[in-house]
């Protein structure tokens, strides 16, 4: 069953403008994980989040948890036209004894990024 | 530093054939190893994941099956691929230990005609 569910499925904005993108999950998790893939290439990990943390910064990059709402949300500042890609969120129920095959993907939010 | 290198990055083959997807890590040993199947405009499906050497367990039943030879060569394979097969495939792989990160290959484009 899908876990991570991404909204929006698409997004366009201008350079310079933030990009908000979100996660809803159902069931209890551990971590929750958000990747970037480009068009026809792998998966790229940008930040992880544990169930105990509520934000988490990476340049420009802001991650926001609630566990009481069961959602996350990716946001990207000052975005560039080089951000253009795919935005997974993925989550882990925590108890897969220490490997990640209970990593469950969403099927991602496409940001166009206009120059 | 850890790279994954996973082939051929394409190909084109008819149905009925044989598929060998290859994927080896280089700078890490005992790894967790994946793949993964990427339907268009979908989210990633796990199909196999190997814990060591000749450790596979299967996600989803499936035409495909997948071999662990060696602590850090995970193949991919079929002996008569169908239409359905198509799409693109992924190795990945992660440290043992709760939530590491896990890092993908660039992926193989899989069309089967």
């Known amino acids: 069953s899908q876990q991570g569910e991404e909204d929006p499925q698409a997004l366009s904005i201008q350079e310079g403008e933030n990009a908000t993108m979100n996660c809803s999950y159902k069931?209890?998790?551990?971590?929750l994980q958000w990747y970037r893939q480009n068009s026809g290439r792998g998966l790229v990990h940008l930040i992880l989040?544990?169930?105990?943390?509520r934000e988490k910064h990476s340049g420009r990059l802001r991650v926001t948890l609630d566990t009481s709402k069961k959602s996350s949300s990716l946001l990207i500042t000052a975005s560039r036209a080089a951000d253009t890609a795919s935005y997974f969120c993925?989550?882990?129920?925590?108890?897969?004894?220490?490997?990640?095959?209970?990593?469950?993907f969403g099927k991602g939010t496409l940001l166009t990024v206009n120059p | 530093s850890q790279t994954i290198h996973q082939w051929p990055a394409t190909l084109v083959q008819p149905v009925g054939s044989p598929l060998s997807l290859e994927c080896t890590v280089e700078?890490?040993?005992?790894?967790?190893l994946y793949w993964y199947r990427q339907a268009a405009g979908r989210g990633l499906q796990l199909l196999f994941y190997?814990?060591?050497?000749?450790?596979i367990s299967s996600e989803v039943p499936q035409n495909l099956s997948a071999s662990r030879p060696q602590d850090r060569q995970f193949i991919l394979s079929s002996k008569k691929l169908l239409l359905s097969d198509s799409g693109f495939y992924l190795c990945?792989?992660?440290?043992?230990?709760?939530?590491?990160?896990?890092?993908f290959g660039e992926g193989s484009w899989l069309t089967v005609v």
């Open positions: 190997s814990v060591g050497i000749g450790q």
């Open positions: 700078g890490t040993s005992n790894p967790n």
């Open positions: 990945a792989w992660d440290q043992r230990g709760p939530g590491n990160t896990i890092y």
């Open positions: 989040i544990r169930s105990n943390e």
């Open positions: 069931t209890s998790i551990n971590n």
């Open positions: 993925a989550t882990d129920p925590g108890d897969s004894g220490g490997s990640n095959y209970k990593l469950t």
